[in-house]
């Protein structure tokens, strides 16, 4: 399973983009979906979290501002982020957790990367 994660670019202070990340590849489903982040000189934290039921988990600086989704038919997740502020500027990284079809044991995927700048 490999993930390409694409989005990112630079937005004023206020702005909004949308991550996207797609999986490719055959004979697997997914199970929980995520984005993270690392900013310079800081650990990678979790931003937001949707499970293969819809739920959702956010990281308290970003509450009521980002908004992650699923296509499970596209095998995609989405992160729609508004309201950014400069300390959002970071590498975000999409994560996956999968299993085989018929199989219990997951495995993690992650993106590439895609650099959010929020700048003036």
């Known amino acids: 399973v490999q993930l390409q994660a694409s989005g990112g670019g630079l937005v004023q202070p206020g702005g909004s983009l949308r991550l996207s990340c797609a999986a490719s590849g055959s004979g697997f489903r997914i199970n929980d979906m995520g984005w993270y982040r690392q900013a310079p000189g800081k650990q990678r934290e979790l931003v937001a979290a949707?499970?293969?039921?819809?739920?959702?988990n956010y990281a308290d600086s970003v509450k009521g501002r980002f908004f992650i989704s699923r296509d499970n038919a596209k095998n995609t997740e989405y992160l729609q982020m508004n309201s950014l502020k400069p300390e959002d500027t970071a590498v975000y990284s999409c994560?996956?957790?999968?299993?085989?079809?018929?199989?219990?044991?997951?495995?993690?995927?992650w993106g590439q990367g895609t650099l959010v700048t929020v700048s003036s």
């Open positions: 949707i499970t293969s039921g819809g739920n959702t």
């Open positions: 994560n996956i957790r999968w299993a085989r079809w018929g199989r219990s044991y997951e495995y993690d995927a």
